[in-house]
C-alpha cells in the first residue's frame, strides 16, 4: 500500500484520538495532513508536534486566537508551526475537508457541523471514513447522489455499520432481508420509565461498554443514538425502516448482522474497541495486522438479545418516525436533539424532556418533502431557534 494522506475533522475527541492511534502504529502507511478541533488547543498542539500536519482548523473563535498567539510567539523556535497553515471556523473545517492533497477525510465530529466540509470533500471524490452521523441523519438522499455522482467512497466508522459493510462483502447483488442492528442498550438498559424520570447526566454518562464523548453518551443513554444509527444505516444501505430491527445486546460483542433472502444471517463480532472499524476503513479493502485484544468466546459464554422498550425510550421511536416521513423531519429530529442534550448536560431540563421537546418541534415544523441543502440547514437554524424559545419561556 502507498501512503495515504489522511485529515481528522474532530482530531481531539473520542474517534480522532483512536484514529490518530491507528496512524502512530502504522507510520509506513499514513501521513496526517491536517487536523481540526473546536478549543482543545493544547491536545492540537501535542497532535502537531506529534504528527506535523500541513494545516489545522479551530471551530471555536476565541480558542482560534488564542492560538495564534501561541503559534506566533513559538514560530521561530518550534519547526512544526513555522509553515503550518491555521484557518478558524466552519469556513475552515470546509479548507481542511476540501483539500485535494488527501486521500480519507475522517469526519469525527460531532453534530450537524460535520455536514458542509464532508460535502465539499465528496466533490473531490476523496474518500469519506464516516463517523459523523448527522451528515447522513440530515442530508442522507443528498449526500449519497452526490457522492455516487462523484464516485467518493463512503466507509462507515461506526462499529455497528462497519459490522454491516463487512457482513456484506462478497455479496455482490444478493439482496438484504433485514439488518439486525445491535445496540449495547446503554446505562440505563432493563430501567422502567419511572426508574429513569430524575436521572442525572452523571448517570446517563455512565456507559457499560464504550468511552465516548459526552453527547454521543447521552445519545446513548436515550437510545437517540441507536435511532440516528437507524437512520444512517437506511442511507448507506439503501433498506427500508421496516427492515432494520434493533436488537439489544448487553455484551457488545456481535456488532451488527445482516439477515439475507434464503434466511442465512451473517454477523460481525469482536471484543468493544473501536479501533478495529477505524481501522478498516482507514486500510480497506486490505486488513491489516494489529495488537488488539482477540475474542475469546469461551471467556464471553454467552451471548444475549432482547427487544428495546419503546415506551421507555421514545427517542428510538421518534427515530423511526423521522425515518418514515422522511422529506425535512430526520433535520428537525437531529437538530432539536443537539440542542436538547446540551440543555440536559447544564442541569436544565430532566431525562423525558428530551423526546418530549423534540416530539414538539417534529410535530410543529413546516415539513419538505424533498429538501435542498439550503432548507436543510435553514430547517437546522429554525429548529434550534424553535427550542431555544420554548425551554428560555418554560424554565
Known amino acids: 500500500m502507498s501512503i495515504k494522506n489522511i485529515s481528522i475533522l474532530g482530531s481531539t475527541g473520542s474517534i480522532g484520538n483512536q484514529t490518530l492511534d491507528v496512524i502512530r502504529k502504522n507510520p509506513n502507511l499514513y501521513r496526517v495532513e491536517g487536523l481540526t478541533v473546536n478549543k482543545s488547543i493544547g491536545k492540537l498542539l501535542d497532535q502537531i508536534n506529534e504528527f506535523k500536519p500541513k494545516a489545522v482548523a479551530i471551530y471555536d473563535e476565541l480558542a482560534y486566537e488564542n492560538f495564534m498567539e501561541t503559534v506566533n510567539i513559538n514560530r521561530s523556535t518550534n519547526s512544526n508551526l513555522d509553515k503550518l497553515q491555521v484557518y478558524k471556523g466552519l469556513e475552515g473545517l470546509i479548507r481542511i475537508a476540501g ?116 453527547k454521543i453518551s447521552i445519545d446513548s443513554s436515550t437510545l437517540m443514538n441507536k435511532g440516528l444509527e437507524v437512520i444512517e444505516a437506511k442511507w448507506l444501505f439503501d433498506v427500508e425502516p421496516e427492515d432494520i430491527i434493533v436488537h439489544v445486546h448487553p455484551e457488545s460483542i456481535v456488532h451488527s448482522m445482516v439477515q439475507f433472502k434464503d434466511s442465512s444471517v451473517i454477523a460481525q463480532l469482536g471484543c468493544p474497541d473501536m479501533r478495529v472499524p477505524i481501522q478498516y476503513a482507514l486500510s480497506y479493502p486490505s486488513r491489516l495486522d494489529s495488537d488488539f485484544e482477540r475474542l475469546d468466546l469461551f471467556k464471553v459464554a454467552s451471548l444475549n438479545f432482547q427487544r428495546p422498550d419503546l415506551e421507555v425510550f421514545p427517542c428510538l421511536a421518534l427515530a423511526y418516525r423521522a425515518l418514515r416521513e422522511g422529506g425535512s423531519t430526520a433535520t428537525v429530529l437531529n437538530a432539536a436533539n443537539e440542542v436538547l442534550v446540551e440543555f440536559f448536560l447544564n442541569d436544565r431540563i430532566g431525562f423525558y424532556d428530551i423526546p418530549k421537546y423534540i416530539e414538539m418541534a417534529m410535530d410543529d415544523h413546516a415539513f419538505i418533502d424533498q429538501p435542498s441543502l439550503e432548507d436543510i440547514i435553514n430547517m437546522d437554524t429554525w429548529t434550534r431557534s424553535y427550542i431555544n424559545k420554548l425551554l428560555t419561556s418554560s424554565i
Not at 469526519?107 to 471524490?125: F, Q, W
Not at 463517523?131 to 438522499?141: D, F, I, R, S, Y
Not at 446503554?186 to 454518562?205: E, H, I
Open 99 to 214: 483539500s485535494k492533497t488527501i486521500d480519507i477525510l475522517v469526519t469525527a465530529v460531532v453534530g450537524m457541523i460535520g455536514l458542509l466540509p464532508t460535502v465539499e470533500a465528496i466533490k473531490n471524490s476523496t474518500t469519506i471514513a464516516l463517523a459523523n452521523k448527522e451528515t447522513l441523519v440530515t442530508a442522507g438522499q443528498i449526500v449519497m447522489d452526490l457522492a455516487r455522482k462523484h464516485q467518493a467512497k463512503i466507509l462507515p466508522v461506526d462499529s455497528e455499520h462497519s459490522a454491516i459493510f463487512q457482513c456484506l462483502n462478497g455479496e455482490g447483488s444478493n439482496k438484504i432481508d433485514k439488518i439486525l442492528l445491535t445496540a449495547s442498550g446503554g446505562p440505563f438498559r432493563g430501567k422502567s420509565r419511572q426508574d429513569l424520570v430524575n436521572v442525572s447526566k452523571t448517570d446517563a454518562l455512565k456507559h457499560p461498554n464504550w468511552s465516548m464523548g459526552q
